[in-house]
């Protein structure tokens, strides 16, 4: 199943890279997004701005996926004082989840919204949203990930990185090849 009511948009400023998501943030999208992120980081985009001011929810694996690139990319916003990642316009659920797996160090949230920008670049969905291989290795990822950066995380999330590996591997081996429901 693919998540057609999730649309991801970017705008590039002088100074900013801005992403826009509109819908569910999760792991269905989670890879048109990271490709998306690894693109403008690699043509020197090091400042990062999300919208999320119509993004209705955020799972553990999106935010994961987000942490990861924070690292990843070399964005290193806070600890470097050279880059950043702004979440801008989250709604209350979305602050708590960052906030509640400790990962608020990682990001700036604003409480107050930035000028954003008038004119938006759709992101086409990708082939990626309908593999169900790619979500479950993502997610595993994303999971990995916030146990990493937040060991307090571990117990919440044992099974489900227990879970996700199984899955990841009897997907590679030929199950199910669709995205969860």
């Not at 890279?17 to 999760?26: F, M």
């Not at 992120?37 to 999300?50: I, N, P, V, Y």
């Not at 979500?135 to 990493?148: G, N, P, Q, T, Y």
Request: proline share 4%.
């Amino acid at each position: 199943m693919t998540d057609s009511t999730t649309s991801l948009y970017y705008a590039v400023t002088e100074c900013v890279a801005w992403i826009r998501v509109q819908g569910r943030a999760n792991c269905i999208v989670g890879v048109d997004f990271m490709t998306l992120m690894k693109e403008l980081a690699s043509k020197g985009h090091r400042s990062f701005t999300l919208d999320l001011r119509e993004c209705i929810l955020m799972d553990s694996s999106f935010l994961g996926t987000l942490a990861g690139l924070e690292q990843e990319v070399g964005i290193d916003n806070l600890k470097s004082g050279h880059h950043r990642v702004e979440l801008a316009g989250a709604n209350q659920r979305v602050a708590d989840l960052i906030e509640n797996l400790g990962l608020h160090e990682y990001f700036i949230l604003s409480r107050e919204l930035p000028a954003f920008p008038e004119q938006w670049i759709p992101v086409p969905p990708s082939s990626a949203r309908n593999s169900r291989l790619l979500c479950s290795k993502m997610s595993l990822d994303a999971h990995e990930v916030i146990v990493r950066l937040n060991p307090a995380n571990e117990s919440k999330f044992r099974d489900v990185v227990e879970f996700l590996k199984e899955d990841v591997k009897r997907l590679e081996e030929g199950g199910n090849s669709a995205p969860p429901a």
